[in-house]
């Protein structure tokens, strides 16, 4: 769809975004294919030497999460506050399997700007 198309451009690491029924409580999780796991990620990154070997990631968005509806309502209705969910998500998928955040501090920032709203 063209929400979940919006949303890999906006995050750009990411191969895809999709929605998924296999998420009990979560909102979002980060899924591969491909050859390369998110452990094995990992373990690349923690080498001397950037191998350049990345995993090819998935986002995927619980369906029945309310976020989800949520994102549908922002994705018609206010394409900022959109891509400011869209990088929040992300982050909080990327923190759930253990990667890190590349901007910690922006992201926070975009969390108290969504939350005091």
Do not use: W
């Not at 950037?50 to 999460?65: F, S």
């Not at 998500?89 to 501090?105: D, F, K, Q, V």
Request: charged share 30%; with cysteine.
């Amino acid at each position: 769809s063209d929400l979940l198309k919006a949303m890999c451009e906006k995050i750009g690491e990411v191969k895809e975004v999709k929605f998924s029924n296999k998420l009990k409580s979560h909102p979002v999780c980060l899924t591969t294919k491909g050859d390369v796991s998110i452990e094995m990620q990992k373990v690349f990154d923690a080498m001397p030497n950037d191998m350049g070997i990345k995993a090819e990631t998935i986002l995927e968005i619980n369906e029945k999460h309310p976020i989800a509806s949520k994102l549908k309502d922002l994705y018609k209705n206010s394409r900022e506050d959109f891509d400011k969910y869209t990088e929040i998500l992300y982050s909080e998928a990327r923190m759930i399997a253990g990667l890190p955040i590349e901007n910690p501090t922006e992201i926070s920032r975009l969390i108290c700007e969504v939350i005091s709203k």
